[in-house]
């Protein structure tokens, strides 16, 4: 095959007609109306974001410094930046209403390399941030069970933490509280270590099965586990806002911009979810209406509740003081509500369950756009006839997140997230400036307003952090690059010559 050959394969499209078309011979149920798309919205934003990331934005991580009280603003300049990327998603979501979100819009506007790449890339956006929100719900299901400390047996209450959490978190603990790594982590042989979190796979189980029974049912849940989520969140502000101390707020920007552009990068995490929206188009009964309405319903309940939640645990408590794993929950006791504290465990418990079913949702959806464009066996795509989900796919999608937790820990995972999440946003508001081109009198149910200033914007500010980020993450800015060079190598040694080959198929 000649370069020349190659290299319009690489680049080759498929028109938002082909794509429509696909989506019109899906075998996915379309049973999803505005309230599920806001409840899948609302259930992969609030939850992680708040109940732990924001702990760490307001601290600082282990490679960056923290917002402080600043880390309103923080959370401003992130949303600002989901604006303009979730005015370009609803055009485009609108427009093309498939499965896929970026990948498939990818595809109609920049050919079938970038396609895959960004298919990749929502991998790393999806699959791997459900390894901070499982981590987290271990974190928040642990403090739940201290609060029964004197029902459960103490092996219940107080699990060893090599079956609660991954080996370099442990060894990060064992290194600040001087504790012998072999006391607390057992070794098969004397050289590997054995660490595993059984509420992370038990957490990943039940969403797998949950998402096999049926993507109508699995909202169901999700939309009972938002509700108790708004309920805590909301009787959180309102309850803490008697316990505000003004004083609290000062310095309200104790690293300076550093702080809050890093707290920006860190938050940003609890906004990823919006576009999850996207992704179900295909099982939406009305896209065309029901997508740009839900996510930019989403993007503004969540931002007020953040800013809600921000204020008044920063003012509640010292920055200094604030607990980066179970933040809202260890502000209670900080003010003797001990038995609130433990309220807000159970309902974290709850959102964070939800956050990661629909993260899980996501992530067997955008598999199932690259299998049936070729990328992927076809054995893949298989839709059960009685359900009328992908299981295998789903089932695949478990696996991953099972075996990525095992070396992982909650940061990275986060911050990986936050890159291909960024990398998303961008592709998204270059496809909207090509479509434009491209497609100028294609219907557009939702217009982007001031193109091209809007999408420009969107993509300035995107690239902005996430280059300012890599200043102060080593850790995570090295790992994402190998990220992208195993999607390639996958390409070129696999999903290349599978697309060709089916092509050939379809021809003969």
């Not at 003081?321 to 465990?345: C, E, N, V």
């Not at 219907?443 to 420009?456: G, H, K, M, Q, T």
Request: glycine residues 8%; hydrophobic residues 50%; positive net charge.
């Amino acid at each position: 095959m000649s370069i020349k050959s190659i290299l319009n394969n690489l680049l080759k499209t498929k028109s938002p007609d082909e794509l429509i078309a696909a989506g019109k011979k899906t075998e996915l149920k379309k049973t999803l109306n505005l309230f599920d798309l806001i409840v899948i919205g609302i259930g992969a934003v609030v939850g992680t974001g708040i109940f732990a990331i924001i702990g760490t934005a307001i601290q600082g991580g282990p490679e960056g410094p923290g917002a402080g009280p600043g880390i309103v603003l923080s959370m401003i300049i992130a949303a600002l930046i989901c604006v303009f990327t979730a005015l370009c998603y609803s055009e485009i979501a609108s427009m093309i209403p498939v499965a896929g979100s970026a990948y498939t819009y990818t595809y109609a506007t920049m050919g079938e390399f970038a396609a895959w790449m960004v298919g990749w890339v929502l991998m790393l956006e999806y699959a791997i941030a459900n390894i901070t929100v499982a981590s987290s719900w271990t974190g928040y299901l642990t403090q739940l069970l201290k609060g029964f400390a004197d029902i459960l047996p103490d092996w219940v209450v107080n699990f060893p933490l090599w079956l609660r959490y991954d080996y370099r978190s442990i060894y990060i603990m064992c290194e600040k509280y001087g504790w012998d790594i072999h006391d607390k982590v057992p070794f098969l042989l004397n050289h590997i270590p054995v660490a595993l979190s059984l509420p992370n796979i038990f957490l990943t189980l039940a969403a797998t099965l949950l998402l096999i029974v049926g993507v109508k049912e699995s909202t169901r849940f999700a939309a009972v586990m938002v509700s108790v989520n708004l309920l805590i969140i909301t009787s959180f502000v309102i309850v803490g806002a008697f316990y505000v101390k003004p004083e609290n707020w000062t310095p309200f920007m104790p690293n300076g911009l550093e702080g809050v552009f890093m707290g920006a990068f860190i938050i940003f995490f609890a906004y990823i979810g919006f576009d999850a929206i996207a992704t179900t188009a295909e099982e939406s009964e009305n896209p065309q209406k029901d997508l740009p309405a839900g996510i930019i319903g989403t993007l503004v309940i969540c931002t007020i509740l953040y800013v809600g939640v921000a204020l008044v645990l920063t003012g509640i408590i010292p920055f200094g003081l604030i607990d980066t794993q179970a933040p809202i929950a260890h502000t209670m006791r900080f003010i003797g509500k001990d038995w609130y504290a433990g309220l807000i465990s159970a309902g974290a418990v709850a959102g964070l369950a939800s956050v990661f079913l629909v993260c899980q949702l996501v992530t067997t959806r955008i598999l199932f756009a690259m299998s049936r464009d070729r990328f992927l066996p076809k054995s893949l795509r298989l839709v059960d006839r009685k359900t009328r989900t992908p299981q295998v796919l789903t089932w695949i999608a478990g696996i991953i997140v099972i075996f990525c937790s095992l070396f992982m820990d909650f940061n990275i995972a986060a911050e990986l997230c936050n890159f291909g999440t960024f990398t998303s946003f961008i592709i998204i508001c270059i496809a909207v400036l090509i479509l434009r081109k491209t497609e100028p009198d294609r219907p557009r149910p939702f217009r982007v307003p001031f193109v091209p200033l809007v999408p420009v914007l969107g993509i300035v500010t995107s690239l902005g952090l996430m280059l300012y980020s890599m200043k102060f993450l080593k850790t995570s800015a090295v790992y994402f690059p190998l990220w992208l060079v195993m999607g390639v190598l996958i390409y070129a040694s696999y999903s290349y010559k599978q697309k060709r080959l089916e092509e050939k198929k379809e021809k003969s």
